[in-house]
Antibody, heavy 119, light 113 residues
């Protein structure tokens, strides 16, 4: 069974950093492009970043470029997102998702992890 | 960026009725190479993560009931839910998978009367 499980959320102060992680199981992790999304309370879904299978390529939304960094460890089946210079508007549920091979839509999502940025 | 405009933002129907949700993109989503449209639909139930329903505008994901039907091409797309059931209470989102940045519609909240 495919599973994606996020962790690492919490309450942080503006300007601080936080790493959210996603551990995958039930499939050959190294064969799939992975993505991060977020959803602010009562809001829609925002795509944040992707990383390709061997980490040679990443791409970010303009809203987080330069502040967030996606990475993966295929030996550990994990994909992480380092969040830096956090702002109140970064408060959201963060989801990782698996891209159906080279098709840019998403067949499996994690349950999400909440990040709250507040003083 | 491709802007996805979804309507209505909410609707309430009785079980057994048919629902239509619309999604309009700011540019054509016709994928090169396969003559299909790069548009997906997701269902998000309260407290859950999104679930893929439809991709390439009209291809139903494995295990999705056949009452969920995706249609449309170019810039105008529709998700039709026939004979709505109580379990269909959820938010529905369209997503263009044509180009980066990937973008979503603002969502449609479906309430069952």
């Amino acid at each position: 069974e495919v599973q994606l499980v996020e962790s690492g959320g919490g309450l942080v102060q503006p300007g601080s950093s936080l790493k959210v992680s996603c551990v995958a199981s039930g499939f050959t992790f190294s064969s799939y492009v992975m993505h991060w999304f977020r959803q602010a309370p009562e809001n829609g879904i925002e795509w944040l970043a992707y990383i390709n299978t061997d980490s040679s390529s990443t791409h970010y939304a303009e809203t987080v470029k330069g502040r967030f960094t996606i990475s993966r460890d295929n030996a550990k089946n994990t994909v992480d997102m380092q969040l830096s210079s956090l702002r109140s508007e970064d408060t959201a549920m963060y989801f990782c998702a698996r891209e159906r091979t080279w098709e840019r839509h998403f067949d499996y999502w994690g349950q999400g992890v909440m990040v709250t940025v507040s003083s | 960026d491709i802007v996805m405009t979804q309507s209505p933002s909410s609707l309430a129907v009785s079980a057994g009725e048919t629902v239509t949700i619309n999604c309009k993109s700011s540019q054509s989503l016709l994928c090169s190479g396969n003559q299909k449209n790069c548009l997906a639909w997701y269902q998000q139930k309260p407290g859950q993560s999104p679930k893929l329903l439809i991709y390439l505008a009209s291809t139903r994901e494995s295990g999705v009931p056949d009452r969920f039907i995706g249609s449309g091409s170019g810039t105008d797309f529709t998700l039709t839910i026939s004979s709505v059931q109580a379990e269909d209470l959820a938010d529905y989102y369209c997503q263009q998978h044509y180009s980066y940045p990937l973008t979503f519609g603002s969502g449609t909240n479906l309430e069952i009367k």
